[in-house]
């Protein structure tokens, strides 16, 4: 997986295109990661200890990696990621303008 949390990311397809977020949490079996604020869905839950009200409820769902660019932190422009081997170290590196991610 080449994102990793706390990353910056700009959703390239789908209903939320063209926003921007946080990863807040990755799922590497399943190629998929959670954005906040993006691709919420609403959910009608029940009156419980939590909600007493109950009621309808945005809850975010994960989405497929290959809906989402990389915002590059140095050269703030959508990038591909790609890998270099320094010292036996593995870094990641922006496409666009070759510096380290």
Do not use: W
């Not at 939320?16 to 990863?23: A, W």
């Amino acid at each position: 997986m080449k994102l990793k949390k706390g990353d910056k990311i700009k959703m390239r397809i789908g209903k939320d295109k063209g926003k921007g977020g946080v990863v807040e949490k990755v799922y590497k079996n399943s190629n998929k990661v959670l954005v906040t604020g993006m691709n919420l869905y609403k959910r009608h839950v029940k009156k419980n200890e939590k909600m007493p009200q109950g009621g309808i409820v945005e809850i975010p769902r994960a989405i497929n990696v290959s809906k989402l660019s990389l915002v590059c932190p140095k050269c703030e422009k959508l990038t591909r990621i790609g890998f270099v081997i320094e010292k036996n170290k593995k870094f990641r590196i922006c496409k666009k303008c070759d510096s380290k991610i």
